[in-house]
């Protein structure tokens, strides 16, 4: 059974349809990701699942059970958890303020914020500034930590690398290889491939709200992609 | 061949037409088939109702300048009447003039305080700006302080010395203006500053980015506005003899009530303040025995509505039957031939 | 006109409206509400409280022990029932649903007790005062009154910022969407807010029915006296509160001096005045 199956996801913003029935299906321990040009829907995609946008309850299956039609407060609660894009941490709390609120569902797990700080040591020496006053890497960091709180089986990354340094985003994504280690299932969504296919098992990319093209990364054709991806 | 053209009237505008002037007509003569003065009292209750009513949809609804300081204007169109005819003894109607730019003209100096304050700042604002005025008007001797002023008889002859009479011209005084106001704010949704208002209500930066000049057009509605609501309130307190801050600057019942009827009736069309008007003098008259119960109601329905049919009475009815009786827009007809090509 | 007498004075009528206030300020805060039904609400405390003393015989002070998880149990259901429903469409809903609840309130109250004034009774504490060297004479009730103010926000201050909860609250008013993504329920959490915000309420509505005669109109006016309290300190920050309620205290005192009449037009003039000088107040917090 997979851990995150979605049948025929379709998802609008007022009138306009930004998916088109998707049907993704994601196994326990897998790293996938999604990529696509501007407007393709994958971070659409991703606020559905995350409860974000409102969905009928059989589209979005987690753990074999509809949920489709839940919350994000309850999803979180079953082991979803996202790193939003453009990171969204709360101003006004400390970075270890913002890592407790990650926790706020008190999910248990592996992760707490001693396990955090030991994946991030930086964030220990910040712990008690405001996160408006991290850098862009720093704040990434405080973001996957704060999604890590949740404990979740499944974690949703949006646009992890958006805006950071080529050397910032390697020790981000090494930081994943931890996260994965620790069995959690990982959707990255990135509009630079390279790193997302390098960091995944198994891609699909989106083009125009449909869903395009489905493979293995280890057996990618970068011909294929580049037709999926712009349409060609 | 038949041109494509444009066109504002829709069907059920000119059959609203059709049975509205009857009605109009037989209001208008109405002292002189039946001059009741108790219904003549409502009738012309009900008109100045509408008329605030018109006037704030015309604020809130559709230049997004939600006041709850109205008060304020009919409050002073009220007093500069009590003064004017009293202490100044100025002539009844030069004073009825008067009392509508007096108001216009304070509510410049209050615009430039309150119009640098955006939404519920702006909202409390007002309020307070009118609160100031009432108390004023308790402070000043010569307004009779904090138990007010009454109009003499003397004052009242000025009219006509025949009792029956000046029930009967003030009650065509409230129709007229009802209609004038009516008619202003008509002509101003339909001008270009009609265009500009509906552009801002949908989005300020998005306007202001296309050259309307925001600031101008809310300005002006702003003027306009506080000017008819004086004169209003200079008619109102005419008929109620006796004018006091407490009843002057009374917010629950200029503009309170007001909200209520606009939103209940449906807040940015023309029409709902006649449907929201309409609800509030019947529930009123109905459950006159039962103290102030008409109120909660009133209050209990606004609640309803605003979350349940946030368009109110009359969008409701607008969206089930797609009919507009005073229709501002315009619509682009075309002709059968390149109909049917479609 | 004796300048130490008019801020001592004035300052301590500051602890008044900043305990009118805090529950303003914290609707404000954590779900951008301006509820125009807040006067009310105090007014409608007191009564609740004048039912409890006539009923049990209760000190008003005790009957703070009825009073406060009545009102926190009152908004935890408002803000459930309606206010919720209001928080997503811009300015006019949520302001006309409390104006409809202030009405409802005050046409209520009337409907039930008339509009008689009554008044809570403590005895001697109300008139009680103490001399200080220079022929000052502070009451005792003032005193009293601005340290449950201070209390009061000192113990938000600590809900606020060493709390679960408060973390919470702080989190939902800065990005309520995120914080939905982090496992709250919003809706609770807003609930849980007006709940708490009904406690001081309470308080003050109490303390209020105490000082002064009180009759079902009363509360348009502590609304608007909460509310320049509010703004004058900024919006957001707690202890502004307490300085905007000071400084209106004080502007009000000294209006008062000079003439009896003047106190509340002296008031409104001040806020004004700096409402036109810093819109956003003397000690702005929250960002929009």
Redesign the interface.
């Known amino acids: 059974m997979s851990l995150l199956e979605t049948r025929s996801l379709s998802a609008f913003y007022g009138d306009f349809q930004a998916l088109f029935g998707i049907n993704v299906s994601i196994e326990q321990g897998e790293t996938v990701a999604i990529i696509g040009a501007n407007g393709a829907g994958k971070t659409t995609f991703l606020r559905s699942v995350a409860g974000m946008l409102p969905t009928k309850p059989e589209m979005v299956i987690f753990d074999g059970k509809p949920i489709g039609q839940l919350t994000p407060h309850d999803i979180v609660r079953l082991g979803i958890a996202m790193v939003p894009e453009g990171r969204r941490l709360f101003p006004s709390l400390t970075v270890e303020e913002n890592l407790l609120l990650g926790g706020h569902s008190e999910r248990p797990g592996p992760w707490s914020l001693k396990r955090v700080y030991e994946l991030f040591p930086r964030l220990r020496d910040l712990r008690h500034l405001p996160a408006p006053a991290l850098s862009g890497g720093q704040q990434q960091m405080a973001a996957v930590g704060r999604a890590l709180m949740a404990n979740p089986r499944l974690l949703l990354c949006d646009e992890l690398s958006l805006g950071l340094a080529p050397v910032v985003i390697r020790d981000i994504y090494q930081c994943l290889d931890a996260i994965i280690a620790e069995g959690t299932t990982v959707v990255l969504v990135e509009q630079d491939i390279n790193r997302a296919l390098d960091a995944s098992t198994r891609f699909y990319c989106f083009q125009e709200g449909h869903l395009a093209l489905t493979a293995p990364t280890k057996d990618f054709n970068r011909a294929a992609i580049t037709a999926a991806y712009f349409g060609l | 061949m038949e041109a494509d053209r444009v066109e504002r009237g829709t069907r059920a505008s000119r059959a609203f037409a059709v049975i509205a002037a009857p009605v109009l007509v037989a209001l208008v003569t109405l002292p002189w088939w039946w001059g009741d003065p108790g219904w003549m009292r409502l009738i012309a209750e009900m008109a100045y109702y509408l008329a605030l009513a018109q006037l704030w949809n015309l604020l809130?609804g559709y230049a997004g300048l939600?006041s709850?300081g109205q008060q304020a204007y009919v409050g002073l169109g009220g007093y500069a009447l009590f003064y004017l005819t009293g202490p100044a003894n100025v002539n009844l109607y030069l004073a009825l003039l008067l009392a509508g730019p007096f108001a216009g003209l304070i509510a410049i100096p209050v615009s430039f305080?309150v119009f640098?304050?955006r939404?519920?700042?702006f909202?409390?604002?007002t309020?307070?700006?009118s609160?100031?005025f009432a108390?004023?008007a308790?402070?000043i001797l010569v307004l009779g302080a904090g138990s007010g002023l009454s109009l003499t008889v003397p004052i009242l002859r000025q009219i006509s010395s025949d009792r029956d009479v000046r029930d009967a011209v003030l009650y065509l005084m409230s129709l007229a203006v009802a209609a004038l106001v009516f008619a202003i704010v008509y002509l101003l949704l339909r001008s270009r500053h009609g265009l500009a208002l509906t552009a801002i209500r949908d989005s300020e930066p998005a306007s202001a980015s296309l050259g309307v000049n925001t600031f101008r057009t809310k300005f002006i509605v702003y003027l306009v506005t506080a000017a008819c609501t004086g004169l209003i309130g200079a008619l109102i307190f005419l008929q109620k003899l006796r004018i006091s801050p407490e009843a002057g600057f009374s917010?629950?019942d200029w503009t309170?009530v007001v909200?209520?009827m606009v939103?209940i009736g449906g807040?940015g069309t023309l029409e709902g303040p006649f449907v929201g008007m309409l609800i509030y003098i019947m529930l009123r008259e109905l459950l006159a025995d039962y103290?102030?119960?008409y109120?909660?109601l009133?209050?209990?329905i606004?609640?309803a509505v605003?979350?349940k049919a946030?368009f109110g009475i009359w969008g409701w009815v607008v969206q089930r039957y797609n009919v507009q009786l005073f229709p501002v827009g315009r619509r682009l007809v075309l002709t059968a031939s390149k109909a049917s090509e479609r | 006109m004796n300048w130490l007498n008019i801020l001592v004075q004035g300052g301590l009528l500051g602890g008044f409206y900043a305990l009118f206030a805090i529950g303003l300020s914290m609707s404000f805060g954590i779900m951008r509400l301006?509820n125009i039904a807040h006067g009310d609400l105090i007014v409608l405390s007191a009564y609740v409280a004048l039912i409890v003393t006539e009923s049990t015989g209760l000190d008003p002070f005790l009957s703070t022990i009825v009073v406060v998880p009545v009102m926190f149990a009152l908004g935890y259901a408002l803000q459930r029932g309606?206010l919720n429903?209001?928080l997503s469409?811009g300015?006019?809903?949520p302001?006309?649903?409390t104006?409809?609840?202030?009405?409802?309130i005050?046409?209520?109250l009337?409907?039930i007790f008339g509009a008689y004034d009554h008044r809570l009774k403590e005895g001697a504490i109300e008139t009680a005062s103490l001399q200080l060297p220079g022929g000052l004479a502070i009451g005792a009730y003032p005193i009293l009154v601005f340290a449950v103010a201070v209390f009061a926000i000192a113990s938000m201050q600590l809900l606020f910022y060493r709390t679960r909860l408060g973390r919470a609250f702080r989190a939902v008013s800065d990005d309520a969407d995120t914080a939905e993504l982090m496992g709250i329920d919003n809706r609770k959490l807003f609930a849980m807010a007006l709940g708490i915000a009904m406690v001081f309420t309470a308080l003050a509505g109490i303390l209020f029915g105490i000082r002064t005669i009180f009759a079902p109109s009363a509360g348009?006016?502590r609304l608007?006296l909460a509310?320049?309290a509010v703004?004058i300190g900024g919006l957001g920050s707690l202890w502004g509160t307490l300085i905007g309620g000071v400084v209106l205290g004080i502007a009000q005192t000294i209006g008062a001096a000079l003439d009896p009449?003047?106190q509340?037009?002296a008031g409104?003039?001040a806020?004004?005045a700096i409402?036109?000088a810093r819109?956003s107040g003397l000690f702005p917090r929250t960002r929009d």
């Open positions: 809130a939600v709850v305080a640098r304050l939404g519920a700042y909202a409390i604002g309020w307070v700006v609160e100031v108390l004023l308790s402070l917010i629950n309170v909200i209520f939103v807040i103290g102030t119960i109120l909660i009133m209050g209990a606004a609640i605003m979350l946030p | 301006v309606l429903q209001t469409g300015l006019l809903p302001l006309l649903v104006f409809g609840i202030s009405i409802i005050q046409n209520g009337l409907q348009p006016i608007i509310f320049e703004i009449n003047w509340i037009l409104h003039l806020f004004l409402l036109v819109p």
